[in-house]
């Protein structure tokens, strides 16, 4: 498989569960992770970089398909099965109380994050 077609589908379902965990720390102080507001400073440059990862994706992406060899309508129809699966996957977060603390910890954004980074910085390789 293409490596921007399985960017396409990373980014967006990383981002939403990204999102998930980070919006939780923005909105609901008291669920967030007991360390980051103890962290001061570095806590707050830990979350700015976990949410800038994620928008540059989003750049990246678009770079991918105007420099790559995809098809525009394959890397859509892959963003669109992203999106379907990250909707599963916040259904699943949000009924489910297991998936919820996982994604909400303080690790857990932060991996995604440089996973996301990894997919991408792979596919820009392959071109």
Do not use: R
């Amino acid at each position: 498989m293409n490596p921007i077609y399985i960017a396409a589908s990373l980014t967006v379902v990383l981002h939403i569960l990204i999102y998930l965990g980070v919006a939780t720390w923005f909105e609901n102080t008291e669920e967030a992770p007991p360390g980051l507001f103890d962290m001061g400073l570095l806590g707050q440059v830990y979350k700015l970089a976990i949410v800038f990862t994620v928008v540059a994706s989003y750049f990246s992406l678009l770079g991918l398909v105007i420099f790559g060899d995809a098809s525009f309508l394959s890397v859509v129809g892959h963003f669109i099965d992203g999106f379907i699966f990250g909707c599963v996957m916040v259904f699943l977060c949000k009924h489910v109380f297991t998936f919820h603390l996982i994604f909400v910890n303080l690790l857990t954004p932060g991996l995604l994050a440089v996973g996301l980074f990894m997919v991408h910085s792979l596919a820009w390789k392959s071109l």
